[in-house]
């Protein structure tokens, strides 16, 4: 099995590789503005569609370049294991793919393995972990299943010696003992802010259901307590269903459409994840229902989806520099720098609200697709 995955790694971020090349000789000329895209009264199309531009190339950034930190080794190896085998993840791995060619260059190996189970588990999580510990990484990342679960382990390693990051979307809890956290810091706020679009959307009235993503995730949980407390703000808006899809398409459109089913007047959903607001959409597109729809991330039928008006709004969160940063991080650590001057305790990689008018834009830049 391990090996297996190993593969299906591989050819992920071989062919993310190709659809990143094909990314850098974009020419945004070629892009028509969406007809469908609100285009305000004092702006013309051409001034909106250069704004959805710039606002999309700075939500993703493929500029990196390594620091000038001089490695004290010519050979590094790391352990990375995440939630599960995910879209997601293989953006992520495609920054770090591209950190380790610039060390390579420098005359400066990097190896590593990046794995996951198929489906999210903190315990197979917490397995895989104990198992790395007696492989001599240089550094054990973690992106955390469960943080209630995952963080004591994470203690028990660093006492005994590991070199232990955290990285993705989710870190540990507050005062857990791994030495540094790469990744998205601003969870919670994300829900919220996709939240607020959704009420201002809805005029601050109706009915709305979230899909949260896996138990325990810290990532999942956090934008749904965003989302919770913001509704709480509005009076006439109200919470009628909440439900966890284990970051699975399948199911999240199961549950929408039993939510559906039992609330055919719903007017929201929000999406704590990658997979849900794609499950969410077919079960919308399959009613007919109305509902507004907004939610997490990049996947490329999500996309499709927000050009077309299906979704109101997508959260895009920077992949590829949470993997750049990981690997450059993970260096540091390895030998045996502190959070300090050198890099943060926590580095916090931004969150882009993109609407219809992006999508286009998004879908070309990320998947040469329009």
Partial sequence: MRNRLKINRILSIMLL???????????SSNIDSDVNAPVAEHEDTAQVSSKSDNLVRSAVDFD??????????????????YKTIHPWWDAVALGMEDAQRQYLEKGITITYEYMAPEAASAEDQKKRLLEAKDRNFDVIGVDVADDVIISPILDEMVDSGDKVMTFSSSDAVDGCKRI???GNTHNYEDGADLTKALCEK??????????VGSVGAPCHEDRARGAKDTIAQYPDME????EYDMDSVDLAYELTMNI???????DGIICCNMSNPVGAARAVIETGSSTVIVGMDHAQEALHYLKDGVIY??????????????????VKIADGNKPGDLFKEKTDEITTVIYQEDAAIMLELLYGDD
């Fill in 64 to 81: 990196h370049e390594l620091d000038d930190y001089k490695p004290k080794k010519d050979h590094y190896n790391f352990y990375f294991t």
């Fill in 17 to 27: 590789s190709t659809i990143f090349l094909s990314s850098c000789s974009f020419n």
């Fill in 260 to 266: 559906l089913k039992d609330n055919p007047d719903l």
């Fill in 202 to 211: 809805l005029g601050y009235k109706g009915k709305v259901a979230i899909l």
């Fill in 239 to 242: 919470i009628v269903a909440t």
């Fill in 180 to 182: 540094a956290y790469v």
């Fill in 313 to 330: 709004c997508l959260g895009v969160q920077d992949c590829y520099s949470i993997g750049f940063d990981t690997i450059q991080t993970a």
